[in-house]
T-cell receptor, first 114, second 113 residues
Framework: GESVGLHLPTLSVQEGDNSIINCAYS??????FIWYKQESGKGPQFIID?????DKRQGQRVTVLLNKTVKHLSLQIAATQPGDSAVYFC?????????????FGKGTKLSVIP | NAGVTQTPKFQVLKTGQSMTLQCAQD?????MYWYRQDPGMGLRLIYY???????DKGEVPNGYNVSRLNKREFSLRLESAAPSQTSVYFC????????????FGPGTRLTVL
């Protein structure tokens, strides 16, 4: 089965609200996680990444939280804007330390309501 | 900088036909990748090239071949296309093989009839 999955396939949020996109992973040996954004008709675009020696990492309007105890990853987008509407993918290095191959989840579609 | 470019953008093939998808990057990256993306599924790695002159299989390599022509270019070949290869194909590159950001191209939408 899919080792990286998402709790919700779709998410609708009001413009200006915060968005939280969740991701579960099954391999406790994974030590690297990354979030990508994919707009319709385009290739994925890097948002933020985090290594397993961290619990939290912040970027511009985005925060990634990693809970290794329950193998859960989340992406928080502050003050969501219409331009944030896209599909968001999480990915992990499923084979664990030393692996360079990423396993992607199926994605969550974020829709921003103006 | 154009980043990662792919050609063609769209292609329709008949079963059994062959074709090559082209990918080039102008970021002086060492590592390049080919993924496929199917509806309802995440990206799956087909092949990757850690550096010029090397290629390795990814998760779903069957039915494909690759060539790392030079540092800039990494092509994907379908020798005998099958309907199961209908997908959107993405090429990506990164500075080095490792856990770092991959830059993706715009994709090639391939339909095999």
């Amino acid at each position: 089965g899919e080792s990286v999955g998402l709790h919700l396939p779709t998410l609708s949020v009001q413009e200006g609200d915060n968005s939280i996109i969740n991701c579960a992973y099954s391999n406790s040996a994974s030590d690297y996680f990354i979030w990508y954004k994919q707009e319709s008709g385009k290739g994925p675009q890097f948002i933020i990444d985090i290594r397993s020696n961290m619990d939290k990492r912040q970027g511009q309007r985005v925060t990634v939280l990693l809970n290794k105890t329950v193998k859960h990853l989340s992406l928080q987008i502050a003050a969501t804007q219409p331009g944030d509407s896209a599909v968001y993918f999480c990915a992990e290095n499923k084979e664990g330390a030393g692996s360079y191959q990423l396993t992607f989840g199926k994605g969550t579609k974020l829709s921003v309501i103006p | 900088n154009a980043g990662v470019t792919q050609t063609p953008k769209f292609q329709v093939l008949k079963t059994g036909q062959s074709m090559t998808l082209q990918c080039a990057q102008d970021m002086n990256h060492n590592s390049m990748y080919w993924y496929r993306q199917d509806p309802g599924m995440g990206l799956r790695l087909i092949y990757y090239s850690a550096s010029e002159g090397t290629t390795d299989k990814g998760e779903v390599p069957n039915g494909y071949n690759v060539s790392r022509l030079n540092k800039r270019e990494f092509s994907l070949r379908l020798e005998s296309a099958a309907p199961s290869q209908t997908s959107v194909y993405f090429c990506a590159s990164s500075a080095n093989l490792g856990l770092n950001e991959q830059f993706f191209g715009p994709g090639t939408r391939l339909t095999v009839l």
